[in-house]
């Protein structure tokens, strides 16, 4: 069973484009969840779609948006980008809702960095 | 908000014990996990709690008190590959797959 796929794994930006990451779930997974994790502040939650739904949206600015295909694949996009938004970029997908002993699996992450 | 608090670095000896401590505060509460990453790889799940008391999974045990906002993870028999940072994580009760996370331990394992 493949795991959770992201795409690219690295990448790097200027300041003022826009970039857009790519992660495909886990067969049958319907939920998938995007987390910047910097150094200094660990791992931040930034969004979680379910049936291509966001159900929940964390602390960042609107530069940072997502979706969710039918497919359940979910691409996240950054505008704008500054210095500030070099991070590793992991998406992670669960197979149910969001109760019970549900196992969030975690992709290798898309490293960008912001020159 | 959420706040979860976990010691930066620890360093134990090959085959000792070693506790990993995390205090949290929510506003509301639907289970903690531990997760492993370890550098440059994805994090893995170890463990979930959500109600008190402890769960055992071979050399990993992992304890909450929900009334003090307080998780451990414990690791017998270290061995140099748990070399890691141990992730801990909350789960919050909006229904959804969101998992705030402390900053992480590094553990380092020394022969």
């Known amino acids: 069973k493949a795991g959770v796929t992201q795409t690219p794994r690295y990448l790097i930006k200027t300041r003022g484009q826009q970039v857009t990451l790519s992660c495909s779930p886990i067969s049958g997974h319907r939920s998938v969840s995007w987390y910047q994790q910097t150094p200094g502040q660990g791992l931040q939650f930034l969004f979680e779609?379910?049936?291509?739904?966001?159900?929940n949206k964390g602390n960042f600015p609107g530069r940072f948006s997502g979706r969710q295909f039918s497919n359940s694949r979910s691409e996240m996009n950054v505008s704008t980008l500054e210095l500030g938004d070099s991070a590793l970029y992991l998406c992670?997908?669960?197979?149910?809702?969001?109760?019970?002993?549900?196992?969030?699996?975690f992709g290798q992450g898309t490293r960008l960095t912001v020159v | 908000g959420q706040n979860i608090d976990q010691p930066t670095e620890m360093t134990a000896t090959e085959g000792a014990i070693v506790q990993i401590n995390c205090t949290y505060q929510t506003s509301g509460f639907n289970g903690l996990f531990w997760y492993q990453q370890h550098a440059g790889e994805a994090p893995t799940f170890l463990s979930y709690n959500v109600l008190d008391g402890l769960e055992e999974k071979g050399r990993f045990s992992s304890f909450l008190s929900r009334s003090k906002g307080y998780s451990y993870l414990l690791l017998k028999e270290l061995q140099m590959k748990d070399s890691a940072s141990y992730l801990c994580a909350v789960r919050d009760l909006t229904g959804a797959n969101n998992l705030f996370f402390g900053t992480g331990t590094r553990l380092t394992v020394i022969p």
């Open positions: 992670a997908s669960s197979l149910a809702s969001g109760d019970g002993d549900t196992e969030a699996f």
């Open positions: 779609y379910f049936s291509e739904t966001q159900r």
